[in-house]
């Protein structure tokens, strides 16, 4: 059974910034990559970007190539998705999910999701 | 970005019934199409791979086709576990992208 475990929910201020984080497991990342994805109150699946640890490579969707960074310390096998700049809107659940292979980027396990609430 | 038009939004059926959801996407994806299953306050749960093929672990009443950039998942024998929101995505770019979401209610 693949785990992903994600740190708690965060509660932020409209400009600050968040880091939400993801156990995995030592397979997860030699073979895997870990993508992030959010999902607004009552909205769908968004993909943010993700990353291959061993290689150490990441991809982001153009929504969110500037203001998202995503690593890897592979010393903890911990993700970690970093948010600057917030905004309400990006008040979600977001989740961290595994690549089913390095070059198969559909998602076989997923996190249990952090909320992340974005108010003044 | 490839875009995935997901139909109907919501569907209501009974147990037993048999029920299809579209996607189509706005680029030739070829297979590389997968559905997921998301219950209320759950992550979504991996169902279908590369347009047809089953998941370990998911029972064989769910399917999966492909026609050209159109995608059918199908429920047969619908069950009151069943209820969730359906999604598809594609793998095919460097962008991964989304269908809207299919909610299935059970009459």
């Known amino acids: 059974q693949v785990q992903l475990v994600q740190s708690g929910a965060e509660v932020k201020k409209p400009g600050s910034s968040v880091k939400v984080s993801c156990k995995a497991s030592?397979?997860?990342?030699?073979?895997?990559?870990i993508s992030w994805v959010r999902q607004a109150p009552g909205q769908g699946l968004e993909w943010m970007g993700g990353i291959i640890p061993v290689l150490d490579t990441t991809n982001y969707a153009p929504k969110f190539h500037d203001r998202v960074t995503i690593t890897a310390d592979r010393s903890t096998y911990t993700a970690y998705m970093e948010v600057s700049s917030l905004r309400s809107e990006d008040t979600a659940i977001y989740y961290c999910?595994?690549?089913?292979?390095?070059?198969?980027?559909?998602?076989?396990?997923w996190g249990q999701g952090t909320l992340v609430t974005v108010s003044s | 970005d490839i875009q995935m038009t997901q139909s109907p939004s919501t569907l209501s059926a009974s147990v037993g019934d048999r029920v299809t959801i579209t996607c189509r996407a706005s680029h030739d994806i070829s297979r590389w199409l997968v559905w997921y299953q998301q219950k209320p306050g759950r992550a979504p749960k991996l169902l279908i791979y590369e347009a047809s093929n089953l998941q370990s672990g998911v029972p064989s009443r769910f399917g999966g086709s492909r026609s050209g950039t159109q995608f059918t998942l199908t429920i047969t024998n619908l069950q009151p576990e069943d209820s969730a929101t359906y999604y598809c995505q594609q793998y095919y770019s460097s962008f991964w992208t989304f269908g809207q979401g299919t909610k299935v209610e059970i009459k």
């Open positions: 030592e397979d997860t990342f030699s073979s895997h990559g």
């Open positions: 999910a595994r690549d089913a292979s390095i070059t198969q980027t559909y998602f076989d396990s």
